[in-house]
């Protein structure tokens, strides 16, 4: 692995951005790489190209791009630093053309050698596809038959957006393209997931504590559960969603890079190569899942955070009758000598009550019998929670005495807050990813098999729920917890959700 310091500038390079009129271009990488720059984090010699159909001039680009970067930055209420920004915007230049057309690509090769040559950029080119993904196979095609990918003068990477395929057989199709022309170590797939930094904190928690690693196993552990929960409804994506669904959205991709997170064996070394190995050792032990282990549901009309809101299928490009998931709850059995007889409880869905994501620990009960002569009825079992979002922290749940001369417990919490101990630099999230591509550390982003792995994981559930139309939908509120039957999942072994709030609830 071509890993080098991750506090040092990386090297000299080109980062191209296809679609640089795009709204991920705008929003995430331009706000990104400006933070990148402002911790140091940029190359210092550095060409900015973009390349899109939409006709403008590198002046006119830039000046749009400083608009959006002035909006992001007042959401944290930052304003822009106009040096700092003058030198990131004078490195920019934008290449009108097609992503379909040759010339496209014979005129960014000239542009690229030209900007070589002038700014001493070592022949290194990172390339974006901040594109639609019906674009990924052509834009990779043309790159490869334009000999842009030949890494033997500098080094040349591509990072592809989401979604990485639809189903199993096209992931295939989409990698077997990818690898025609490119090099499995040129490919950074993007999941923007593992950009977060209580994501990545999972391996420090994990790996870097004698505390945890003793006790986590099936042991100690009961079982794990998985939330990622939004409240947001479709919005403007209706015609995406519908094509989609809340399971390929975010199941293979997000919430199973959290169940390898949780659950992978302890690599030999912080390498990409041997993370990956010890995901993908991860992934052959997850049992195929069954119709009865998942539950898709879809949201109707109802009230989040006091506002009313439609229900799914009265959402704009929807149909009328839809039957497309935006729910889905399932149970992992992964059975490996770690986790075997611990099941990993997973739930995404939209309009749910609040917006949060968290991994939730839950650890056997500690024996009664000291109790039976006590007021204490039964004994709470221990948690540990990992929040990604809104409000990234740690918190451990355990009993503990209430004051008074009888023997009563309650369940108490031990929390560290993120933001409460760290100055984190501000960030929109893509900048661990940008920075990891230019340096060369592959670790968070996922290897072909990884992907292939995961679709063909849900390929049967896919399926089965393109087979058989669901009976209730629309099955949830907006704004509660999701469906009934996803309580079901778990009540028929014995167990209950944890319920979907925010870390200063209880
Ligand atoms: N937006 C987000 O928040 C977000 C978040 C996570 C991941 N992503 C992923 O990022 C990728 C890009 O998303 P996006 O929302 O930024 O898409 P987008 O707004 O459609 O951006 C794509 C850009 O490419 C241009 N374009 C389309 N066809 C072209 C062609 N044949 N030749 C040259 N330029 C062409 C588009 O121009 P016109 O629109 O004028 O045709 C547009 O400016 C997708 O894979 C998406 O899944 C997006």
């Known amino acids: 692995m071509s890993m080098q310091s991750h506090n040092a500038p990386p090297p000299a390079c080109a980062i191209v951005i296809f679609g640089a009129n795009g709204d991920l271009t705008k929003r995430l990488v331009v706000p990104a790489l400006y933070n990148l720059a402002r911790t140091g984090l940029l190359p210092k010699n550095l060409a900015l190209v973009g390349v899109d159909h939409n006709k403008k001039t590198s002046e006119e680009w830039t000046a749009q791009l400083?608009?959006?970067?002035?909006?992001?930055?007042?959401?944290?209420?930052?304003?822009?630093?106009?040096?700092l920004w003058s030198k990131v915007a004078g490195s920019m230049t934008f290449l009108s053309g097609d992503f379909e057309k040759p010339e496209t690509y014979s005129q960014l090769k000239g542009l690229l050698a030209e900007l070589n040559q002038k700014q001493g950029l070592g022949g290194n080119v990172l390339f974006y596809m901040a594109v639609a993904d019906r674009f990924f196979p052509v834009i990779a095609g043309k790159l490869g038959e334009a000999a842009l990918m030949d890494d033997t003068k500098g080094f040349r990477r591509l990072i592809v957006e989401k979604p990485f395929g639809h189903d199993l057989a096209s992931a295939r199709a989409l990698n077997a393209c990818l690898l025609k022309y490119l090099k499995e170590e040129q490919i950074y797939r993007i999941d923007h997931f593992l950009g977060k930094e209580t994501v990545q904190n999972i391996m420090a928690l994990r790996f870097g504590n004698g505390l945890f690693e003793p006790i986590w196993n099936r042991d100690r552990i009961d079982h794990v559960q998985i939330t990622v929960a939004e409240s947001i409804g479709v919005e403007t994506r209706g015609k995406f969603y519908e094509a989609t669904g809340a399971l390929r959205d975010m199941i293979p991709n997000h919430l199973f890079q959290l169940v390898a997170m949780v659950a992978m064996e302890p690599p030999v070394s912080f390498d990409a190569e041997d993370i990956r190995a010890k995901k993908a050792e991860l992934f052959k032990a997850i049992q195929p899942l069954a119709l009865t282990d998942v539950v898709r549901g879809q949201y109707d009309a109802g009230t989040v955070q006091d506002a009313s809101v439609p229900a799914y299928r009265k959402e704009p490009n929807v149909s009328p009758d839809s039957n497309i998931e935006t729910y889905a709850a399932m149970r992992l059995k992964i059975d490996n000598w770690?986790?075997?007889?611990?099941?990993?409880?997973?739930?995404?869905?939209?309009?749910?009550?609040?917006?949060?994501?968290?991994?939730a620990i839950r650890f056997k009960q500690a024996p009664y019998a000291l109790f039976r002569d006590t007021p204490v009825d039964e004994l709470d079992a221990d948690w540990l929670i990992l929040r990604i979002q809104p409000d990234e922290g740690i918190r451990l749940r355990f009993n503990a005495k209430r004051p008074g001369p009888a023997?009563?417990?309650?369940?108490?919490?031990?929390?560290?807050?993120?933001?409460?101990?760290?100055?984190?630099?501000?960030?929109?999230?893509?900048?661990?990813?940008?920075?990891?591509?230019?340096?060369?550390d592959a670790t968070l982003f996922q290897r072909a098999d990884q992907v292939e792995a995961a679709w063909a994981l849900v390929e049967p559930v896919l399926k089965g729920w393109q087979?058989?139309?669901?009976?209730?939908?629309?099955?949830?509120?907006?704004?509660?917890?999701?469906?009934?039957?996803?309580?079901?999942?778990?009540?028929?072994?014995?167990?209950?959700?944890?319920?979907?709030?925010?870390?200063?609830?209880?």
């Open 66 to 83: 400083k608009v959006f970067l002035v909006t992001v930055l007042a959401k944290n209420s930052e304003e822009i630093d106009e040096t």
């Open 338 to 359: 770690r986790w075997a007889g611990v099941p990993f409880y997973l739930r995404t869905g939209k309009r749910l009550n609040i917006r949060s994501s968290e991994i």
């Open 407 to 440: 023997m009563m417990l309650e369940s108490v919490s031990m929390r560290f807050n993120y933001k409460d101990y760290f100055h984190q630099a501000p960030a929109v999230g893509y900048e661990t990813l940008i920075y990891d591509c230019l340096i060369g």
């Open 467 to 506: 087979d058989t139309n669901p009976r209730h939908f629309p099955n949830y509120a907006a704004g509660s917890e999701g469906p009934i039957a996803a309580n079901d999942l778990l009540a028929k072994d014995g167990r209950s959700w944890r319920a979907i709030r925010i870390l200063g609830g209880k």
